[in-house]
């Protein structure tokens, strides 16, 4: 088991089979004689290294596709914040709240009222 963060990380596991979900490929690996875990192929030292990671000698945190598809989810949520806030001006529901008079207008207008 290779995935760094899997419990099994770094243990030698035999393979007793094979998996074909519409996910792709998982093997099936006897953890013990009661227990047989389902992990993707990638997992295991099965397939080849990504090259990314062979090359990087494991510093990077993230592949260039993985980062990739980060930047364009960030974008796909910043349009849809952007549409929403466009949105919201025109909704009737958002009222704009009434600012209070000044003092020295309820004065000016208490002048006149008690002036007539």
């Known amino acids: ?3 760094p963060f899997h419990p099994l990380s770094g243990r ?5 089979g094979e998996r074909y979900n519409r996910y792709g490929t998982r093997l099936l690996l006897r953890v013990d004689e009661e227990h047989i875990c389902s ?3 990638q997992w295991t030292d099965v397939v080849a290294r990504d090259p990314e990671v062979v090359i990087g000698q494991g510093r990077a945190l993230l592949r260039v596709a993985d980062l990739l598809e ?3 989810l960030v974008s796909h949520l910043v349009e849809q914040e952007r549409r929403a806030q466009a ?3 025109n909704n009737t529901a958002s009222v704009k709240a009434n ?5 020295k207008r ?3 207008h208490a002048r006149k009222r008690d002036n007539t």
């Open 39 to 41: 992990v993707p192929r």
């Open 70 to 72: 980060l930047a364009g």
């Open 12 to 16: 030698q596991l035999v393979c007793v």
């Open 1 to 3: 088991m290779t995935h």
């Open 106 to 108: 309820r004065s000016e």
């Open 87 to 89: 949105r919201k001006g």
């Open 99 to 103: 600012v209070p008079r000044t003092k």
